[in-house]
């Protein structure tokens, strides 16, 4: 265990301190106003994919999420690569103490461990670390708790009452993580440092959540994957900010999680539509969504649609400033970064900081992102939308689907431009 003397200062800031902090990197030349589309007619078509929906009346029981979150999964896969007795590690977002929809949904992930205990599964283990803002783990010791904020925003109970366990890496200090590669080709410039329990688990069920991200834009399931990674690989991945996107997209490729990732699913019945991760405006449709695919790829692509959708009923006040740095320009982007980078490394750090671009992302096909996983996973998925108990309304499965169509968007993106 981690002695409780550090011998390193603990920051633990809020928002506004932390829009402060931010400044910090202000006199290291990272800053630009520039603004850059992703240059659509790169982007190829891929492979068909499906992604199963599930609507959920506003106001709708804990039971009827539950119920909505089980049955997506069982539309999404047959659980055939479940063998009796394997154990299913269950990915959340617990950035922060936050309670849903800052925080994957608890209730749903008490279901999922249900289900998978149906299914078999001998030990369903529910693993995440929390962000720069609220844990730092050193070799040197740990300050702050990833247990504590998940007592605040309900997940812990809700895996104990559903009999499943609770693995935090940062407990069992620095060394609980071990190096693995990512994809030929990648943006890393070291193997990106991931906890141990990865080679132990058979199985792994991503459960993000759907949000507006104040660096990335959104926060989704491959973003998600940042909760995986140590300090160390946290702080390359801030610092050298021009492949920014690109690399917690190719997080996903190591083997330890891309060779074992078998479902995704989101419970979207509220969405945070600005700021993120830890708080922002939040919208809650008079139906909302459970979105569930064996593809991250897909499920992403469908979880982008909804939020950008979800935006259009968010006021105009909400969507600028402070209140929604990312709408703002890059040059707030890049400094929240570095401020970022100041929490994990310090000035010598943050210095070296690369700028960080932002994009309009207003179109699932602008998206970095995506952008870096279509060009990963062989193009853009044709993705068809499942709704087998039709209880989406027709009006929105429509909407979403012209959201992800490649060819509409591309046409549509030129008429834009001309």
């Not at 479940?82 to 922060?96: Q, Y």
Request: net charge neutral; with cysteine; hydrophobic share 35%.
């Amino acid at each position: 265990m981690l002695k409780n003397n550090l011998t390193y200062q603990c920051f633990f800031i809020g928002r506004r301190n932390y829009l402060r902090e931010s400044f910090i990197g202000a006199s290291a030349g990272l800053l630009s106003h520039n603004e850059k589309k992703i240059f659509q007619a790169e982007i190829k078509p891929g492979e068909p994919a499906k992604v199963f929906l599930e609507g959920v009346r506003r106001g709708s029981s804990e039971d009827v999420i539950a119920e909505a979150v089980w049955n997506a999964s069982l539309q999404a896969t047959d659980f055939s690569w479940l063998s009796r007795g394997d154990s299913v590690l269950i990915k959340p977002a617990n950035n922060s103490g936050e309670k849903y929809p800052a925080t994957t949904h608890p209730g749903s992930v008490a279901s999922m461990i249900k289900l998978l205990k149906e299914k078999g599964a001998g030990r369903v283990i529910v693993m995440d670390m929390a962000g720069i803002e609220h844990v730092k783990l050193r070799p040197d010791g740990l300050c702050g708790s990833t247990r504590e904020l998940m007592k605040r925003n309900g997940l812990w109970e809700a895996v104990e009452k559903a009999d499943g366990e609770i693995y935090l890496p940062e407990e069992e200090g620095w060394n609980a993580f071990f190096e693995d590669g990512p994809v030929s080709g990648s943006h890393w410039k070291n193997g990106i440092m991931v906890p141990k329990k990865l080679k132990e688990v058979d199985h792994i069920v991503l459960m993000p959540r759907v949000s507006r991200h104040p660096l990335a834009g959104a926060t989704l399931g491959l973003k998600a994957a940042v909760g995986y990674i140590r300090f160390d690989s946290r702080l390359e991945y801030h610092r050298d900010a021009r492949s920014f996107y690109e690399k917690h997209t190719e997080i996903n490729t190591i083997p330890s999680i891309q060779n074992k990732l078998r479902l995704i699913l989101s419970t979207a019945t509220k969405v945070q539509t600005t700021f993120g991760p830890d708080n922002g405006y939040v919208v809650e449709p008079e139906t909302g969504l459970i979105i569930a695919s064996t593809s991250i790829v897909a499920h992403d692509m469908v979880a982008l649609a909804w939020l950008i959708e979800s935006r259009e009923s968010t006021p105009e006040k909400e969507k600028k400033g402070a209140r929604d740095p990312y709408a703002t320009n890059s040059r707030l982007v890049s400094m929240l970064n570095s401020g970022v980078v100041f929490l994990l490394g310090g000035l010598k750090e943050t210095i070296k900081t690369q700028r960080l671009q932002k994009y309009d992302i207003s179109s699932v096909f602008n998206d970095p992102t995506l952008y870096r996983a279509f060009e990963i996973w062989g193009g853009a998925p044709k993705v068809e939308l499942k709704d087998e108990s039709a209880s989406v309304p027709e009006q929105l499965r429509k909407s979403l689907t012209n959201r992800i169509i490649l060819e509409n968007n591309l046409e549509r993106s030129k008429n834009e431009e001309k």
